[in-house]
């Protein structure tokens, strides 16, 4: 944020956003789960020009060992741009950014897991931004999402990110790189839609408490959208071949 | 532990399959598993492409950016290779600076694009001495089931082929097509039992005695060796699988 | 194409937080309740009983359950106990007092070596979730030779079927002796060419458990692949 001059009319006589948006709409967002073999889960989100994939390991046995809880399981996440992923190559490895953005959605996502029937173990989650236009960490929250409930780890709900921001005084949802780079205030948000609270938030820039609350509902709103999407896609993994089963399958038959 | 005790429990299955000439996913000793490469996939970076080898998936990005020359070498670009092989990629991936494994992939990736010429490195001169292009390979593992190398160099040359020089951005003119002119192809083999099976999955690769990569040009001339694992090679094993190199090198080139 | 059976065959995938029931109904596996409703917790199917709410998971990962048979590897060894790995997020002591024979302190390592798969069956869990084995029952032991191939542990039932009807039918066709552990390890032992055939046709159980028709298509594969080289 900085609300960097620019030549470039954010919003236009119309009310249109650079890229046509009305301050209100969201990019085009497109999400697939079980995307890869090896992890236990995975997801991959298309959202505007973001890239990210999400893929989760676990519970399994707690590394570092020493910050094994005996009562229930850690969420660990670690959030990574490829160098590949911004204009300007990014030296490879973690910056001060990824650690805080990896801790924010550790803990988004451990208020959701049922993490009390895993004492001492570790739901490892990965989250690797390929294409980044701004919102990652948005996508990046909802890609764990998808990825957990992919894994079958047990959770209250799935959490949808989004964020709504100030540009030309104007506040508008799902920024894209060129407003979150000229704008003048940015509010991801991360939301449980069963219980209608508010796992993630964050705010930087300048803003009224009117344009916050309108900005929170706007991102809340399109939350809920978020988590029809998440919902589709875990479904679609599995309804191509779910026609029918025996109700035998759901017992624990005897190993012969 | 976890998913690789699995590994280490088919190796008598291996050496059995092995024996009667087959392998475990049913492939000949010197197939390669499906191939399929996508181009253009990241559109931050000037050039990528997304591998996939059986179940491993990596992704390639190339950037471009202006820098000074090295000192010994002041009329070319520099090439610099980078491989991240993530944790989501595979449980047995640890996060953290690159480790021997991961040096030695992108060591070798980068010998034969190097050593095969795959770019006309004096052609990415601005300024002799003063100013030159400085190419970035980032191979990033997304899915590990074996064979990291040969997924990242199929990768680079399928990048390398749609890399724009991003001339304009630096100021430097107009924007140009990556001056490809060779296509160094490695291929990856290993030895378990005295058999020597092209294109290992990860199974085969924790199994072998020895592992042999060649990276070979559309001549025909080898341009880069290396062996791995501890176990050895006989003369003729390795004059063997040179030619195979070729053989299937040529094959892969041209689907590519 | 549905049998003209009760509710409980009619398939609805449930996603973490979907709504089950209103009911004060139990709240099974996969489940969880909240003011009287009953919520998904895990992506699966929906099993709905006269006195349970469940969802059968489509993943996720073991979970050790008292009298569960399991197929481990010893991993460690310590002079009053082997540790077992079963493919759990929790390593399982075996204890010298839960195996058939008299072992002395010290002497485990004569017994059995880092790398035995052994046949193990869950005794007890505690709320900590720790675990443990024992070889005490009859038919457990030490399997040797053969070889041990894992599926996820939520495809276990498919692969066991109903009344165990699947396994019957794998080890009819292809005379295979075939252990399947509720951890998702499946220990099979037979000729090559025959456990090559185990192998696909758990391979296709696996990729396809709630598709229907599955034990027709297991069955023509097993047909298929009979009397060839596999």
New interface residues.
């Given amino acids: 944020m900085g609300g960097t001059p620019t030549d470039l009319k954010l919003i236009d006589e119309n009310g249109r956003r650079l890229d046509g948006r009305r301050p209100d709409e969201m990019r085009p967002l497109k999400i697939e789960a079980g995307v890869l073999k090896r992890a236990d889960g995975s997801a991959y989100v298309e959202w505007g020009l973001n890239k990210v994939m999400a893929a989760v390991y676990g519970p399994r046995e707690c590394h570092p060992r020493h910050l094994q809880n005996p009562e229930r399981a850690l969420v660990q996440c670690h959030y990574n741009m490829a160098s590949f992923s911004v204009d300007d190559r990014k030296r490879p490895g973690p910056d001060r950014r990824s650690h805080e953005i990896s801790k924010i959605i550790s803990e988004a996502l451990t208020n959701v897991v049922f993490t009390e029937y895993f004492p001492r173990t570790s739901v490892d989650v990965y989250i690797e931004v390929l294409q980044a236009n701004a919102g990652t960490r948005c996508a990046g929250l909802t890609a764990a999402s998808v990825a957990l409930a992919d894994a079958g780890v047990p959770m209250r709900d799935l959490v949808a990110a989004c964020a709504a921001g100030k540009v030309a005084d104007t506040i508008v949802l799902d920024l894209g790189k060129e407003e979150d780079n000229s704008g003048q205030a940015d509010i991801p948000v991360g939301y449980v839609p069963r219980t209608g609270e508010i796992v993630l938030l964050q705010m930087d820039g300048d803003l009224t408490p009117d344009e916050f609350g309108k900005g929170v509902h706007m991102a809340v709103e399109a939350c809920k959208k978020i988590s029809e999407v998440q919902r589709d896609a875990l479904k679609r993994r599995y309804s191509a071949r779910t026609e029918e089963t025996e109700i035998g399958s759901a017992e624990r038959s005897e190993a012969v | ?3 690789d ?2 590994a ?3 190796r ?2 291996i050496s ?2 092995l024996a ?1 000439g ?1 392998r475990v996913d049913g492939r000949r000793f010197d197939e390669l598993r499906p191939l399929t490469v996508e181009t253009n ?5 000037e050039g ?1 492409a997304r591998v996939k080898l059986g ?1 491993t ?1 990596v ?1 390639v ?3 471009l ?1 202006t820098g000074e020359p090295f000192p010994d070498t002041p009329n070319t670009g520099v090439l610099t290779t ?1 491989a ?1 092989l ?6 047995t991936f640890e ?1 953290g ?1 690159p480790d021997q494994e991961s040096i030695e992939v992108a060591r070798v990736i980068d010998r034969g694009i190097r050593e095969g010429h795959a770019v006309d490195m004096p052609k990415l001169c601005i300024e002799p001495g003063k100013e030159v292009w400085i190419m ?1 390979v ?1 191979v ?1 593992v ?4 074996g064979n990291l190398f040969d997924a990242a160099n199929i990768g680079a040359n399928a990048a390398f082929k749609s890399t724009i020089v991003p001339a304009k ?1 630096a100021g430097k003119g107009e924007d140009y097509p990556l001056p490809v002119l060779h296509q160094p192809i490695s291929i990856t083999a290993v030895k378990i039992d005295g058999k020597i099976l092209v294109d290992p999955t990860h199974d085969e690769e924790r199994v072998a005695d020895a592992r042999l990569t060649v990276a070979t040009t559309e001549t025909g001339n080898l341009c880069a060796i290396q062996k791995g694992l501890d176990g050895a090679f006989t003369l003729e094993e390795i004059f063997k699988t040179v030619d195979a190199s070729r053989r299937i090198g040529a094959e892969v080139r041209s689907k590519l | 194409m549905q049998s003209s059976d009760s509710k409980e065959n009619i398939r609805e995938i449930v996603v973490p937080g979907d709504l089950l029931a209103i009911s004060s109904k139990k709240a099974g596996p996969g489940t969880y309740s909240e003011g009287g409703k009953i919520f998904a917790s895990q992506l699966g199917i929906k099993s709905v009983r006269p006195d349970s709410i469940s969802v059968v998971p489509f993943a996720g990962q073991y979970m050790p359950i008292r009298g569960d048979l399991v197929v481990g590897k010893i991993v460690d060894i310590g002079p009053s106990n082997w540790l077992v790995d079963i493919n759990s997020p929790y390593p399982s002591p075996l204890h010298v007092n839960e195996v058939p024979w008299r072992v002395e302190f010290g002497e485990t390592g004569k017994f059995m070596s880092v790398g035995d798969i052994v046949l193990l069956k869950i005794v007890g869990v505690d709320e900590m979730k720790r675990i443990q084995v024992s070889m005490q029952e009859h038919g457990l032991r030490k399997l040797a030779g053969g070889m041990v191939i894992e599926v996820s542990p939520s495809k276990v039932p498919r692969v066991i079927g109903k009344n165990g009807s699947m396994i019957q039918m794998l080890k009819n066709m292809t005379g295979c002796r075939i252990y399947v552990g509720q951890n998702g390890r499946i220990w099979i032992d037979g000729e090559l060419d025959s456990i090559v055939r185990a192998v696909k046709a758990i391979r296709m159980i696996e990729d396809e458990a709630h598709s229907l028709g599955l034990t027709e298509k297991v069955k023509e594969l097993l047909e298929q692949s009979s009397g060839k080289g596999a």
């Fill in positions: 532990m976890g998913k005790v699995v280490d429990l088919k008598d299955y059995k399959l009667k087959q996939f990241i559109g931050s970076a990528s179940n998936e992704v990005g190339v950037k950016v980078n991240e993530i944790p989501m990629a595979s449980d996060g600076p970035f980032d990033h997304l899915d590990y089931d951005r």
